[in-house]
């Protein structure tokens, strides 16, 4: 091996003397004893125009560019090919070939165990992200904007292949949650930008191009055609290998990846951003296996159809979500806000504990009765109005949050449906009931709570509690894992 170019140790490197040729959407390899040969195709999809020489050149000199971050080892030269009549007529990138016994995604196929080695790819694509290029057109390629587009891209090359490939249901689906969710995430997006979470990446970190090898894994191909689909988010970027790893069979191991990616970088994100980046690159090779499907290639319509549901599945995890859970005192609605706040991953939020943190708090009866001292009407507008401006807060982020109050005013609820409206968020509203006779045992035996309400209070406030035909009832008489089973169903119903 030629060290002096790459300044980097040779490998060891299996030589096969086989001869292979294997192809994408818009190249050829030939494989040929140690060498592996690249040539682009002649096609232009739109996105991505190799149509003329002088543009199939230009490629595979920047492919080489950026693959030598990577895999300096792997990436030789480029090369002229010659005609018949001795004649440059194209482009090559020549490359060292990989044992095909150690690509990433045959060995996740056959159920090698591949911890450790992704384990060691996610601290190497830390690495590499932490020292990529960033700057002001980066980020603009990187930000709300540039990824409205790219979606919107993206449903345009689809479109075309709707009931013919991809289920109508699932494509609206598609388009209608992930505008909700770019809808109201601008504060997300912003804070990403400020924080350099934008950076040239790989672009295209699929398990084919990664070969795991003794001295290290290595990674191939990067999306060369485009800068400015190879500046993204670096969350993004790693969130590529967590949805082939899934589409492999394996989505645990997809999280396991993202999560030691997380653990090593500075990129660490939401769950919901998380869910949206793994759903953006779901359906990026949705719309690659239609292009394969338009080419004849014979499973690439169910691959786009499993990669659609892929997606569908993803934006609906990763819906940012406002939940109220209301009720009157000792119907166990903290019991249900709690469970389904640790089961979401959602912030919860707590009238009884916000009323105490308000200016002038100090000093007020929390006993006084029902409308009177801490509970004054329009000190428990505040609260409500408090919580609301938190949560409001944490919607913009992509937290999902849960509110924990009892909602007996259908004025609060109607400010909250605000909230979610306006920051494009799911809402459900579950009320939280059980008859008096086993919720002021309850409250009676009730020790070291936040909450000050009652028995007495329960019922004035029973007497004052305005309709709520939106709520969902949950049954909170019966025993407690029920009860919060029935109200994660009836969450995800709605």
Same mark, same amino acid.
């Given at each position: 091996?030629?060290?002096?170019?790459?300044?980097?140790?040779?490998?060891?490197?299996?030589?096969?003397?086989?001869?292979?040729?294997?192809?994408?959407?818009?190249?050829?390899?030939?494989?040929?004893?140690?060498?592996?040969? @690249?040539? @682009?195709?002649?096609?232009?999809?739109?996105?991505?125009?190799?149509?003329?020489?002088?543009?199939?050149?230009?490629?595979?000199?920047?492919?080489?560019?950026?693959?030598?971050?990577?895999?300096?080892?792997?990436?030789?030269?480029?090369?002229?090919?010659?005609?018949?009549?001795?004649?440059?007529?194209?482009?090559?990138?020549?490359?060292?070939?990989?044992?095909?016994?150690?690509?990433?995604?045959?060995?996740?196929?056959?159920?090698?165990?591949?911890?450790?080695?992704? @384990?060691?790819?996610?601290?190497?694509?830390?690495?590499?992200?932490?020292?990529?290029? +960033?700057?002001?057109?980066?980020?603009?390629?990187?930000?709300?904007?540039?990824?409205?587009?790219?979606?919107?891209?993206?449903?345009?090359?689809?479109?075309?292949?709707?009931?013919?490939?991809?289920? +109508?249901?699932?494509?609206?689906?598609?388009?209608?949650?992930?505008?909700?969710?770019?809808?109201?995430?601008? /504060?997300?997006?912003?804070?990403?930008?400020?924080?350099?979470?934008?950076?040239?990446?790989?672009?295209?970190?699929?398990?084919?191009?990664? *070969?795991?090898?003794?001295?290290?894994?290595?990674?191939?191909?990067?999306? =060369?055609?485009?800068?400015?689909?190879?500046?993204?988010?670096?969350?993004?970027?790693?969130?590529?290998?967590?949805?082939?790893?899934?589409?492999?069979?394996?989505?645990?191991?997809?999280?396991?990846?993202?999560?030691?990616?997380? =653990?090593?970088?500075?990129?660490?994100?939401?769950?919901?951003?998380?869910?949206?980046?793994?759903?953006?690159?779901?359906?990026?090779?949705?719309?690659?296996?239609?292009?394969?499907?338009?080419?004849?290639?014979?499973?690439?319509?169910?691959?786009?159809?499993?990669?659609?549901?892929?997606?569908?599945?993803?934006?609906?995890?990763?819906?940012?979500?406002?939940?109220?859970?209301?009720?009157?005192?000792?119907?166990? @609605?903290?019991?249900?806000?709690? /469970?389904?706040?640790?089961?979401?991953?959602?912030?919860?939020?707590?009238?009884?504990?916000?009323?105490?943190?308000?200016?002038?708090?100090?000093?007020?009866?929390?006993?006084?009765?029902?409308?009177?001292?801490?509970?004054?009407?329009?000190?428990?507008? =505040?609260?409500?109005?408090?919580?609301?401006? +938190?949560?409001?807060?944490?919607?913009?982020?992509?937290?999902?949050?849960?509110?924990?109050?009892?909602?007996?005013?259908?004025?609060?609820?109607?400010?909250?449906?605000?909230?979610?409206?306006?920051? *494009?968020?799911?809402?459900?509203?579950?009320?939280?009931?059980?008859?008096?006779?086993?919720?002021?045992?309850?409250?009676?035996?009730?020790?070291?709570?936040?909450?000050?309400?009652?028995? =007495?209070?329960?019922?004035?406030?029973?007497?004052?509690?305005?309709?709520?035909?939106?709520?969902?009832?949950?049954?909170?008489?019966?025993?407690?894992?029920?009860?919060?089973?029935?109200?994660?169903?009836?969450?995800?119903?709605?």
């Amino acid at each position: 091996m030629d060290t002096s170019r790459t300044g980097t140790s040779p490998a060891r490197f299996v030589q096969p003397n086989s001869v292979a040729i294997t192809q994408s959407h818009c190249a050829v390899v030939i494989f040929i004893a140690d060498r592996a040969y @690249k040539v @682009k195709k002649p096609v232009d999809f739109g996105f991505l125009d190799f149509s003329t020489v002088a543009a199939r050149e230009w490629a595979c000199r920047r492919e080489l560019e950026l693959n030598r971050r990577l895999a300096p080892d792997v990436y030789l030269d480029v090369a002229q090919v010659i005609d018949g009549s001795n004649e440059p007529c194209d482009w090559i990138v020549i490359m060292r070939r990989m044992p095909a016994e150690r690509r990433l995604s045959e060995l996740v196929t056959h159920g090698a165990d591949v911890r450790g080695d992704l @384990k060691q790819l996610a601290r190497l694509l830390a690495s590499f992200h932490s020292v990529a290029d +960033r700057g002001a057109e980066i980020d603009v390629a990187g930000g709300l904007a540039a990824l409205r587009r790219r979606w919107t891209d993206n449903f345009a090359g689809v479109e075309p292949f709707v009931d013919e490939v991809i289920d +109508r249901s699932a494509f609206a689906e598609i388009v209608e949650l992930t505008l909700r969710f770019l809808g109201g995430r601008e /504060a997300l997006f912003d804070e990403r930008v400020r924080r350099g979470c934008i950076v040239d990446g790989h672009g295209d970190l699929l398990a084919e191009d990664i *070969f795991c090898l003794p001295d290290g894994p290595r990674v191939l191909d990067c999306l =060369e055609f485009d800068d400015m689909l190879r500046y993204v988010d670096a969350l993004d970027d790693a969130a590529f290998l967590a949805m082939d790893l899934e589409r492999l069979g394996d989505p645990e191991l997809g999280r396991a990846f993202l999560d030691w990616y997380q =653990e090593f970088s500075d990129a660490r994100g939401v769950a919901s951003l998380a869910h949206h980046y793994l759903a953006y690159r779901a359906f990026v090779r949705a719309k690659v296996a239609c292009l394969r499907h338009a080419q004849g290639v014979a499973d690439a319509a169910t691959q786009a159809q499993q990669l659609t549901s892929m997606t569908v599945q993803h934006l609906r995890d990763g819906q940012v979500r406002l939940v109220l859970v209301g009720g009157l005192p000792g119907t166990g @609605k903290s019991t249900i806000a709690g /469970a389904l706040a640790d089961r979401m991953g959602a912030v919860l939020l707590r009238t009884d504990q916000i009323r105490r943190e308000l200016p002038g708090s100090v000093g007020l009866a929390a006993h006084a009765g029902y409308g009177r001292g801490l509970y004054e009407s329009e000190r428990v507008h =505040e609260t409500y109005r408090e919580m609301l401006t +938190r949560a409001r807060t944490l919607l913009e982020f992509g937290e999902s949050v849960i509110l924990d109050a009892s909602w007996s005013r259908a004025e609060e609820r109607e400010s909250a449906r605000l909230v979610a409206n306006e920051t *494009f968020s799911a809402v459900t509203e579950l009320r939280c009931v059980a008859p008096s006779e086993i919720t002021e045992p309850r409250l009676l035996a009730r020790e070291g709570d936040i909450s000050d309400a009652t028995a =007495e209070i329960a019922a004035s406030m029973s007497r004052h509690f305005a309709t709520w035909p939106e709520a969902i009832p949950i049954d909170t008489s019966g025993r407690g894992d029920a009860s919060i089973s029935a109200a994660w169903a009836a969450l995800d119903v709605r």
